[in-house]
T-cell receptor
């Protein structure tokens, strides 16, 4: 069974400080990992995915297969980063997406 | 990016009635759509996978007779909550992939908030 764990429900960080949102997964095959973000009163949207290896809004995430982790990082937090962040896993193709419980990130001015 | 639209955005109904929620892919065709349920301050829980032209695949613990899913066309899936009760009150979200894009990105609707009195 596939499973995604986000250990932190809430995370508060001062503006300008580094941010790390943790995500660990369990999957028997080769997963595709994603980070989705939900800003206040907006729909869920993709932030980034591991296969693209890109940086979006200053965020990066590296898939560590040895530690089965896909932590989300940003070196300098900005106020507009305050949102709900979900780590998600898929088996690829048109497979279903399994979400973690989410982490609410609050950036303190 | 691709757009997924849900209707209605919110609905209030009396206990015992049925409510239908529509999910449309506006600028792409989706052979598969996914229905999620989200309780306040909790994560999205996958309810079922809606397959165009065939029966939906329900997750364990989700009553298929309670949550009827119909995927009659490549751009429309509907979720009907039958004989709704207050415990069915929740935020229902649909999603779909635009398979023209190889990214695997899932696009989400804006969600439908159901309140059962």
């Amino acid at each position: 069974a596939q499973r995604v764990t986000q250990p932190e429900k809430l995370l508060s960080v001062f503006k300008g400080a580094p941010v790390e949102l943790k995500c660990n997964y369990s999957y028997s095959g080769s997963p595709e990992l994603f980070w989705y973000v939900q800003y206040s009163r907006q729909r869920l949207q993709l932030l980034l995915r591991h296969i693209s290896r890109e940086s979006i809004k200053g965020f990066t995430a590296d898939l560590n297969k040895g530690e089965t982790s896909f932590h989300l990082k940003k070196p300098f937090a900005q106020e507009e980063d305050s949102a709900m962040y979900y780590c998600a896993l898929s088996g690829g193709g048109n497979e279903k997406l399994t979400f973690g419980t989410g982490t609410r990130l609050t950036i303190i001015p | 990016g691709a757009v997924v639209s849900q209707h209605p955005s919110w609905v209030i109904c009396k206990s015992g009635t049925s409510v239908k929620i529509e999910c449309r892919s506006l600028d792409f065709q989706a052979t598969t759509m996914f229905w999620y349920r989200q309780f306040p301050k909790q994560s999205l829980m996958l309810m079922a996978t809606s397959n165009e032209g065939s029966k939906a695949t329900y997750e364990q613990g989700v009553e298929k007779d309670k949550f009827l899913i119909n995927h009659a066309s490549l751009t429309l899936s509907t979720l009907t909550v039958t004989s709704a009760h207050p415990e069915d009150s929740s935020f229902y979200i649909c999603s779909a992939r635009d398979l023209r894009q190889g990214s695997g990105e899932l696009f989400f609707g804006e969600g439908s908030r159901l309140t059962v009195l």
